[in-house]
């Protein structure tokens, strides 16, 4: 048996037989990695903020060292470092919180107390409005089942106790999820030399002779998601302050919420910061419709200059991957996975064209 699995073609003959198993049992197979995707995704989501976090901490671990020289107090830096990381990342959502709360309460009572004049001019619009009459006139109500609007309505208040109840479990269930990968992100984080040390053992003992080639990958791919996070957090500082310095120039309400909801949303490449305009027109249209066109028009063109600009600029340099396949990526993950994919393709895209650059250029060498 031995002599067989060291056949040079052993491995591929494994390899074909185990896809053969795969697609002759697909639904099993995809009911299994469903549910281990399901039960690993508090570990996978823990994984994502431990990286996210050790970027911060690295930062800090590097000060503490600079500061404290002695020996004993070596043994905290750790530990300061990670607590100083996520006080950082609390410090941070609660003053975009503080911000942007207050605000949007305040736009919304505005809404709903009578004082905005858009809602009463809509409505008005809507009665006067000539061909919504005629519309109107032509619907024969007599055609209408009642019954059965009936039915529907009923059947609608019925559920929605399933529906709350549904809602409420769903929410304990991501608040738990939270609670699990936030603390197997502190364990990473605490641990992370050790586990280094075991995955490089487990390279040299399994896979002695991929060891240098596994290790230059992965420091690519590391350099590439390091590089675009932090370029991506530049790029949505500069667009919210930005943001908000021409609101405050143009004198248009809730400048400080309006920036900081972009800030947050510019971190989804390219289309984030529409998304964020499309809250601030929301809100800026309450107060008034012609200062909501007014910022319509100035948010196209700053984001008109920050995709052919800023983001090229800070994100394409940063990973060294040229605009144009920045764009290509983004337009890829977004068809393959919405937001998620966006956010996670612009890296993945930039790795691998480093590695194919590095590549052809050894080639053409040889």
């Known amino acids: 048996m031995r002599k067989l699995f060291k056949l040079p073609y052993a491995p591929l003959v494994v390899a074909i037989f185990a896809l053969y198993l795969a697609i002759t049992y697909w639904p099993n197979v995809a009911g299994l990695l469903k549910t281990l995707l399901a039960a ?51 410090v941070v959502i609660g003053v975009v919180s503080s911000v942007v709360a207050p605000q949007l309460v305040a736009c919304v009572k505005l809404l709903f107390s009578g004082q905005s004049k858009v809602i009463p001019q809509f409505i008005n619009w809507l009665e006067n409005e000539s061909f919504l009459k005629s519309l109107w006139q032509q619907i024969d109500l007599s055609k209408i089942n009642w019954t059965k609007v009936q039915s529907y309505l009923l059947n609608g208040a019925s559920g929605s106790f399933s529906t709350v109840m549904s809602t409420a479990s769903k929410v304990v269930s991501a608040l738990t999820t939270t609670v699990v990968a936030i603390f197997f992100s502190i364990y990473l984080l605490l641990f992370k030399d050790r586990l280094a040390r075991q995955f490089k053992l487990l390279l040299t003992t399994y896979l002695p002779g991929q060891v240098a080639r596994i290790l230059r990958v992965l420091t690519v791919f590391d350099q590439s998601f390091s590089s675009y996070i932090v370029g991506q957090v530049k790029d949505a500082v500069v667009l919210g302050c930005s943001c908000t310095v021409l609101m405050l120039i143009l004198q248009l309400p809730y400048a400080p919420m309006v920036g900081a909801v972009m800030a ?4 989804v490449p390219i289309i984030g910061a529409l998304m964020g305009a499309s809250v601030g027109i929301i809100v800026i249209f309450a107060v008034s419709p012609v200062k909501a066109l007014i910022f319509l028009v100035m948010i196209l063109a700053l984001q008109e200059f920050d995709n052919r600009v800023t983001y090229p600029l800070i994100v394409g340099k940063s990973i060294g991957l040229p605009s144009v396949w920045v764009f290509v990526a983004v337009m890829v993950g977004g068809g393959v996975s919405g937001i998620l994919g966006m956010m996670f393709t612009v890296p993945l895209f930039a790795a691998f064209y480093q590695l194919l650059k590095t590549d052809v250029a050894k080639r053409q060498l040889n």
């Open 264 to 267: 947050v949303t510019a971190l």
């Open 40 to 90: 690993a995704m508090p570990l996978l989501i823990g994984c994502v903020i431990a990286y996210i976090v050790n970027l911060l901490m690295v930062r800090y671990e590097g000060l503490y060292h600079r500061v404290f020289k002695g020996q004993r107090a070596q043994r905290f830096a750790r530990v300061t470092a990670l607590c100083l990381a996520y006080l950082s990342i609390v």
